[in-house]
Structure formats: structure tokens, C-alpha cells
């Protein structure tokens, strides 16, 4: 039997990325979707693609969110929320303007922020528990040199997921909230991100030079690990952190030439 079979799940930054892998991941594995994102024309295809549902949505914008659950209470209870959608802006924080400083936060955690706020009512109304994944980073659990104000917003997201882990705890409505904190992952969002240079990063040089286990991840790999969080195997897990970054904050390793 599928390990999502009957679940009913929103994935918010779906149509590309870790969202997109997440998004297939799930729907392999039985679970109903609603997919989110800004890229209209990318979510519509993979929704058709995977018989899923698809809204656009701002999610640092309230007014959308009503629309998004209601879409997920037609097709059962809701089970899974799968905060997604995030930006990276780069620049040291005297140089970055504090549009952009807000811009990041609105989307970074704001957005997760309203997703938990309306997601949970809709848990707790089906009586059946659920799972709530905030996406994190790497950069949430460390500083890092030209990312202080993306780091702010991951460092936030962090411990928001382990406050609302105890908020559910407390009131005993059998929703678990963790967090997954991918390393370098080979995703569209690196040609979003000038580098210095102004030009394009290469996620696959940059892991080859500072990864333990000498390559970037891939969108799949942070699925996988999205899915034993959505999924029954994870039922004793709330509060933690998932770190997916093939070694990087475990420390430094030179690796060994034959």
C-alpha cells in the first residue's frame, strides 16, 4: 500500500524545484494534492500531469489562502501542509534595501506563517491529526557570509516549526510540526541568485568544493525526506529538524584519493 493512500496534502511553491519533487513524490505514493505557486503556467501542467489541483497563490497575500483549503476540504480531510515557497536574495545586510529585506521575510516567513494559521484550523476540524513541513535551510541553523537577511528568515522558520510542534502538543490535536534544512541542492533557484560576479552560481561546483560527500543534492533527495515526515513512519516525530546537506554542517572532511 502506498505510504499516503487516502491523505490529502497542499504543496506551496510547487511548480518548480524541491516543490515540484515533492509534489511527484507524494502523488506516487496516494496522496490527493493541492499545488500552489506564482508560475501559472508550470503548476497548471504538473497539476494536470499528476491529477492533482492547482491555485495560484501569493503566500505572503491572506486574501488567497481561504481559496487553498477550501480547495483541499473538496477532496477529503486534510493531512499534509507542506510550507514550500521561498525566495533567496543576496547581499550583505548594509547593502540590501529594505524592500527586498521585506520582500524575503513576507515570502519567506510570513508566507509559512499563514499557511500553519489556516492549515491548522482545517486539521483540527477533520479530528484526525496531521503533518505540518516548513521548509528551512542550512542557512537557518548557521550564518553565512552575503545571505544575513535569507538566513534571518530561515532561522525563523526554524523555530517557528518547533513553537507551533508545542502549541499543537498542548492542546493534544495529534498535528506534528517539523523542519527540513536542505544544503546545496541542485535547483532552478541558483540562476535566481547572481553571484558576486554577476554570474550565474553553480550549485554543483560550489558542492564539489565544500560537501563531505562531494556533490550537491538533488530536488528528490529533500522529497524523500518531505515524505517520511508526511508519512505514518515519522508518528513519533514533532519538533525536530531534518537535515538533508550531505555532511556540510557536520564539519570538514578531506576525502581520501586512490
Known amino acids: 500500500m502506498a505510504l499516503l493512500e487516502g491523505k490529502v496534502g497542499i504543496i506551496t511553491g510547487a511548480a518548480s524545484g524541491i516543490g515540484e519533487a515533492t509534489a511527484r513524490t507524494l502523488a506516487r505514493e496516494g496522496a490527493k494534492l493541492v499545488l500552489t505557486d506564482i508560475d501559472d503556467s508550470a503548476g497548471l501542467a504538473l497539476a494536470e500531469e499528476l491529477g492533482a489541483v492547482y491555485l495560484h497563490l501569493d503566500v505572503s497575500e491572506e486574501d488567497g489562502w481561504p481559496a487553498v483549503i477550501a480547495a483541499a476540504d473538496k477532496l477529503g480531510r486534510l493531512d499534509i501542509m507542506v510550507a514550500n515557497a521561498g525566495i533567496g536574495i543576496m547581499g550583505t545586510a548594509i547593502d540590501m534595501s529594505l524592500k527586498d529585506w521585506r520582500r524575503q521575510m513576507a515570502i519567506n516567513v510570513d508566507g509559512v506563517f499563514l499557511s500553519v494559521k489556516y492549515c491548522i484550523p482545517a486539521m483540527r476540524r477533520a479530528g484526525n491529526g496531521g503533518s505540518i513541513i516548513m521548509l528551512s535551510s542550512i542557512a537557518g541553523l548557521?550564518?553565512?557570509?552575503?545571505?544575513?537577511?535569507?538566513?534571518?528568515?530561515?532561522?525563523?522558520?526554524?523555530?517557528?516549526?518547533?513553537?507551533?510542534?508545542?502549541?499543537?502538543?498542548?492542546?493534544?490535536?495529534?498535528?506534528?510540526?517539523?523542519?527540513?534544512?536542505?544544503?546545496?541542492?541542485?535547483?532552478?533557484?541558483?540562476?535566481?541568485?547572481?553571484?558576486?560576479?554577476?554570474?550565474?552560481?553553480?550549485?554543483?561546483?560550489?558542492?564539489?568544493?565544500?560537501?563531505?560527500?562531494?556533490?550537491?543534492?538533488?530536488?528528490?533527495?529533500?522529497?524523500?525526506?518531505?515524505?517520511?515526515?508526511?508519512?505514518?513512519?515519522?508518528?513519533?516525530?514533532?519538533?525536530?529538524?531534518?537535515?538533508?546537506?550531505?555532511?556540510?554542517?557536520?564539519?570538514?572532511?578531506?576525502?581520501?584519493?586512490?
Open 142 to 258: 548557521r550564518g553565512s557570509v552575503g545571505l544575513a537577511g535569507y538566513s534571518a528568515s530561515k532561522g525563523a522558520v526554524r523555530l517557528f516549526a518547533k513553537s507551533m510542534a508545542l502549541e499543537c502538543a498542548q492542546a493534544g490535536d495529534g498535528i506534528r510540526v517539523n523542519s527540513v534544512h536542505p544544503g546545496i541542492i541542485a535547483t532552478p533557484i541558483w540562476t535566481k541568485i547572481p553571484a558576486r560576479s554577476n554570474a550565474p552560481i553553480d550549485p554543483y561546483a560550489m558542492a564539489a568544493a565544500t560537501v563531505p560527500l562531494g556533490k550537491a543534492g538533488e530536488a528528490s533527495e529533500i522529497a524523500d525526506g518531505i515524505l517520511f515526515l508526511a508519512s505514518d513512519l515519522s508518528s513519533h516525530v514533532t519538533g525536530s529538524e531534518l537535515v538533508i546537506d550531505g555532511g556540510l554542517t557536520a564539519g570538514r572532511a578531506t576525502r581520501m584519493v586512490q
